[in-house]
């Protein structure tokens, strides 16, 4: 008997005689006739000669386009477990058309955007395939629908207006509020809530949220068009806690930007009437610098000598730098003579997040500069940073550090 999984159909083959046949069936049987012999075999199949000798073969459902299915989920309970994602012949896609498709075999679905069936618009939509169905969406810089129209877009006149004095920088938390869930696209700052963006980092708690984001880089000129910008996230001691990539415009008028969505509860913020408070720098840390012939921070400092503060000290005892400086502190003794300035391995320096220098220790000569102390988290070397101020006093090196958020350590090496 044929197997029990599958139905049958008849095919007819002309042969003279009968002949053994590797078929589909487990015990293909021939009646004999005078011009043809007519043979079961599994539905979804089909008998196709291959040379003058009638040597048979089994061609699966749906494979050429003289044996179509009508979906892929037929196709897949046909062959099982054989069943291969690719490309089969459909004859329910048009009335009276037999047509080439693309079958998820592991769902059973129609992949109408591999397939060119969908009804998105060509050039300006993009297809995006679901479970039983598909959706289309206008391309960056289009509006519409994706299936009727999409057009392009002038961010300087059509934008989203963003207006409520919560969110100005000079408002305080309450009532906490959060962008999470800003649908992309194009939004102009407007009446109470000022005309642009912030380009310093702003405090805490402010804006009607409790992580407020300021614009890390200079507004645009007009010429420029449209420019690639990062908002970053004031949380804990770090200006850059995260950090999100949005296209701001100058429109002279009005700046429109385009925001990416932000994680957590946070909320977007715009510059206050105010004018920038002084004394403020983008990492939110301050610079020393002193003349002479040896600076005064390579002789007032503080040590950190204990070992457990070494990059290659592995027990975990949940250390933290949260209350450390700011000041100028040096790596002495048992912490090693210097910062690490490769991706340090989390689980060290008795801390969760490790700390490392993220550039090349400096020469004398240049005296004070900038430098970021990346921090490891998860997959990510610089998970967050905080720039500080770095001094080579001729054999030594000097750091001015400010407190990290918990659980993170500045690390030491030799």
């Not at 490309?87 to 955007?113: A, F, H």
């Not at 010429?223 to 999100?244: A, P």
């Not at 003579?337 to 391995?345: D, Q, V």
Request: glycine fraction near 10%; aromatic fraction near 10%.
């Amino acid at each position: 008997m044929a197997k029990n999984s599958h139905s049958y159909h008849a095919v007819v083959i002309f042969l003279t005689c009968c002949v053994s046949l590797q078929a589909c069936a487990d015990d293909l049987k021939c009646i004999h006739g005078t011009y043809a012999e007519y043979g079961t075999m599994l539905r979804g199949h089909v008998f196709q000669e291959h040379n003058a000798a009638n040597i048979l073969a089994c061609i699966p459902l749906g494979s050429i386009q003289e044996v179509p299915a009508a979906s892929c989920l037929e196709i897949k309970a046909s062959e099982g477990t054989s069943a291969v994602s690719g490309n089969y012949w459909l004859d329910s896609i048009k009335p009276g058309q037999v047509t080439l498709v693309t079958c998820d075999m592991r769902t059973g679905d129609l992949d109408e955007c591999a397939s060119g069936t969908h009804n998105c618009i060509n050039g300006t939509a993009d297809c995006t395939n679901t479970v039983g169905s598909y959706k289309c969406s206008c391309k960056s810089g289009h509006h519409g629908d994706g299936r009727n129209h999409c057009v392009l877009v002038d961010e300087c006149k059509n934008y989203q207006i963003l207006s409520s004095a919560d969110r100005k920088v000079t408002h305080g938390s309450w009532p906490r509020l959060c962008d999470k869930n800003l649908e992309p696209g194009w939004f102009r700052f407007l009446g109470a809530a000022g005309v642009k963006m912030p380009t310093w980092c702003i405090p805490r708690n402010r804006c009607g949220t409790d992580i407020p984001g300021w614009l890390n880089g200079t507004h645009p000129e007009i010429y420029e068009g449209i420019v690639k910008r990062q908002v970053h996230f004031h949380w804990g001691l770090s200006c850059r806690y995260w950090s999100v990539d949005i296209q701001v415009r100058n429109c002279s008028g009005g700046r429109p930007i385009s925001p990416s969505l932000p994680v957590g509860d946070d909320s977007y913020l715009n510059l206050s009437s105010q004018k920038r408070p002084t004394g403020r720098n983008l990492g939110g840390n301050r610079s020393v610098r002193r003349s002479g012939t040896t600076s005064r921070e390579c002789r007032n400092y503080q040590h950190k000598e204990k070992a457990d503060r070494k990059v290659k000290y592995r027990p975990y005892h949940r250390l933290c730098d949260g209350t450390l400086g700011p000041g100028w502190f040096r790596f002495h003794g048992d912490a090693g003579r210097k910062m690490p300035t490769w991706c340090t391995p989390t689980y060290r320096c008795g801390s969760l997040r490790t700390g490392c220098l993220n550039s090349a220790h400096h020469q004398k000569h240049e005296g004070n500069v900038t430098r970021q102390a990346c921090f490891r988290y998860g997959y990510s070397c610089c998970r967050f940073f905080h720039n500080i101020q770095v001094r080579n006093c001729g054999g030594y090196y000097m750091y001015y550090l400010t407190a990290s958020i918990c659980i993170a350590r500045y690390c030491g090496t030799d």
